[in-house]
């Protein structure tokens, strides 16, 4: 059955085939329905019970879009490297996030029950974007002229943000708009920067802090997408605050200006807090900031958290982590005051 | 016929515009957009749901030979085929 908002005929005059719309659809349902099952039952399939573990799954899509996800496989977890930089980047890159959350946080993938990391390269033509779709982590090669052209899978910190979406959808679950999806944008810049700087063995003073660092082309001159040290300045037509006073609220209207109620855009406060508090503390900022902010992340928020709900549950988890009163629940607390969030 | 797409949402959390206007274009290219544009009056102004994290939302708005203008915003989805046509054909900002 075709179920979908747009009328039937109105697509057929759009030039869709609707046959192909169709199992698109029923496989996309049928997808849906069973991660749904999984996760509200609590229950893995049977015969992943016995796999945990790393399992990385690579396709090309062909530049193809959505009617061709995944694609056709081209690398599987055992498979050697391939002559396709995508494919061994998306591989290489999902390994090393995988090993970041199992090494620091004992996570067993992005639902901690070692759900297999699929990756489709090669999605549309020139598309200048990356993104997790709620199964399956998603790259467009980049134009050449707004991003550089296979970027988004070469960069560590871009693939980490992408799976950590997948964290947050396992665990807080915040929806995608207004204060909880900068929330959910941000844990999800965290986890990017960590993994990044657990991979070169950096300390928090050693790091850049900067997200997409290199991945802009000409037409945006820009040297990273975001910066959690200075949000606002990772390039010209960076809008990111970094206090509170400055928060955008922008309505969550489904017009792209205004980016789901501002999720890129505010993220910047609480991924500065996380910057503050982990160069407060110093050393590896994995070992301790990070480790409060995964614990907030998966423990204490849920879909509707507030950014004062995470000042609330960070603090709290600072002290019970490391006692009350201790340098980390300082630190913790002294940055939401430097954002604004605490008085 | 003009066609202004806007794009944003998107990972870089970028919002960048592109305006084509089939005057001034090469004459397969200007067949090519009103073929994509075909029922495109008719949609409503939001068609498919909100989409994922960190997926580009588009606004494409058209303004036809009279003067008259749509507008239609829509998370990229694989139920919306020519409307990402329509997009490609006006030059694609995101993709
Ligand atoms: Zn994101």
Same mark, same amino acid.
């Given at each position: 059955?075709?179920?979908?908002i747009?009328?039937?005929?109105?697509?057929?005059?759009?030039?869709?085939?609707?046959?192909?719309?169709?199992?698109?659809?029923?496989?996309?349902?049928?997808?849906?329905?069973l991660?749904?099952?999984?996760?509200?039952?609590?229950?893995?399939l049977?015969?992943?019970?016995?796999?945990p573990?790393?399992?990385?799954?690579?396709?090309?899509?062909?530049?193809?879009?959505?009617?061709?996800?995944?694609?056709?496989?081209?690398?599987?977890?055992?498979?050697?490297?391939?002559?396709?930089?995508?494919?061994?980047?998306?591989?290489?890159?999902?390994?090393?996030t995988?090993?970041?959350y199992?090494?620091?946080f004992?996570?067993?993938?992005?639902?901690?029950?070692?759900?297999?990391?699929?990756?489709?390269?090669?999605f549309e033509?020139?598309?200048n974007?990356?993104?997790?779709?709620?199964?399956?982590?998603?790259y467009?090669?980049?134009?050449?002229?707004?991003?550089?052209?296979?970027?988004?899978?070469?960069?560590?910190?871009?693939?980490?943000?992408?799976?950590?979406?997948?964290?947050?959808?396992?665990?807080?679950?915040?929806?995608?708009?207004k204060?909880?999806?900068?929330?959910?944008?941000?844990?999800?810049?965290?986890?990017?920067a960590?993994?990044?700087?657990?991979?070169?063995?950096?300390?928090?003073?050693?790091?850049?802090?900067?997200i997409?660092?290199?991945?802009?082309?000409?037409?945006?001159?820009?040297?990273?997408?975001?910066?959690?040290?200075q949000?606002?300045?990772?390039?010209?037509?960076?809008?990111?605050?970094?206090?509170?006073r400055?928060?955008?609220?922008l309505?969550?209207?489904?017009?792209?200006?205004?980016?789901?109620?501002?999720?890129?855009?505010?993220?910047?406060?609480?991924?500065?807090?996380?910057?503050?508090?982990?160069t407060?503390?110093?050393?590896?900022?994995?070992?301790?900031?990070g480790?409060?902010?995964?614990?907030?992340?998966t423990?204490?928020?849920?879909?509707?958290s507030?950014?004062?709900?995470?000042v609330?549950?960070?603090?709290?988890?600072?002290?019970?982590?490391?006692?009350?009163?201790?340098?980390e629940?300082k630190?913790?607390?002294s940055?939401?005051?430097?954002?604004?969030l605490l008085? | 016929?003009? /066609?202004?797409?806007?794009q =944003?949402?998107?990972?870089?959390? *970028?919002?960048?515009t #592109?305006?084509? !206007?089939?005057?001034?274009?090469?004459l397969?290219?200007?067949?090519?957009?009103?073929e994509?544009?075909?029922g495109?009056?008719?949609?409503?102004? /939001?068609v498919?749901?909100? =989409?994922?994290?960190?997926?580009? *939302?588009?606004?494409? #708005?058209?303004? !036809?030979?009279?003067?008259?203008s749509?507008?239609?915003?829509?998370?990229q989805?694989?139920?919306?085929?020519n409307?990402?046509?329509?997009?490609?054909?006006?030059?694609?900002p =995101?993709g």
């Open positions: 059955m075709l179920c979908s747009v009328p039937p005929d109105l697509l057929l005059d759009l030039g869709v085939d609707a046959r192909q719309l169709e199992q698109a659809s029923v496989i996309r349902t049928q997808r849906t329905l991660a749904a099952a999984q996760r509200s039952l609590n229950l893995r049977t015969l992943d019970e016995e796999a573990g790393l399992l990385r799954t690579i396709y090309d899509a062909g530049h193809g879009s959505f009617g061709s996800l995944p694609g056709v496989k081209v690398r599987g977890e055992h498979d050697p490297a391939t002559t396709d930089e995508a494919v061994n980047d998306a591989f290489d890159n999902a390994g090393r995988y090993a970041f199992k090494e620091i004992d996570r067993d993938s992005m639902d901690d029950r070692g759900m297999e990391l699929v990756s489709s390269v090669h033509t020139d598309h974007n990356a993104y997790w779709n709620g199964f399956q982590m998603i467009g090669d980049g134009d050449g002229e707004v991003f550089l052209r296979g970027c988004f899978p070469k960069l560590l910190d871009v693939v980490a943000h992408e799976l950590t979406h997948g964290v947050t959808d396992f665990t807080a679950g915040l929806v995608y708009s204060q909880p999806g900068a929330l959910n944008e941000s844990f999800s810049d965290v986890m990017g960590l993994a990044t700087q657990y991979a070169l063995g950096q300390t928090a003073d050693q790091a850049d802090w900067l997409g660092k290199g991945c802009f082309g000409p037409a945006i001159a820009g040297e990273a997408l975001r910066s959690m040290k949000p606002g300045s990772a390039h010209p037509h960076d809008r990111q605050p970094a206090h509170m400055d928060y955008l609220d309505p969550d209207d489904g017009d792209p200006r205004n980016d789901h109620g501002g999720v890129h855009l505010n993220s910047g406060i609480p991924n500065h807090a996380f910057y503050l508090a982990a407060a503390l110093g050393g590896y900022a994995w070992e301790r900031a480790r409060i902010w995964y614990v907030t992340l423990e204490r928020l849920g879909p509707v507030q950014f004062d709900d995470v609330e549950a960070t603090v709290a988890v600072a002290g019970e982590l490391y006692q009350a009163d201790s340098d629940q630190a913790v607390r940055a939401w005051q430097q954002v604004g008085p | 016929m003009k /066609v202004t797409v806007v =944003g949402g998107g990972f870089g959390g *970028l919002v960048l #592109t305006t084509a !206007d089939t005057a001034a274009m090469p397969d290219d200007a067949i090519r957009v009103r994509a544009a075909r495109f009056f008719d949609l409503p102004a /939001v498919g749901g909100p =989409g994922h994290a960190d997926q580009l *939302l588009t606004e494409i #708005t058209v303004e !036809d030979d009279e003067g008259k749509h507008t239609v915003r829509f998370a989805d694989e139920r919306l085929g409307l990402a046509a329509l997009v490609r054909a006006a030059g694609r =995101g």
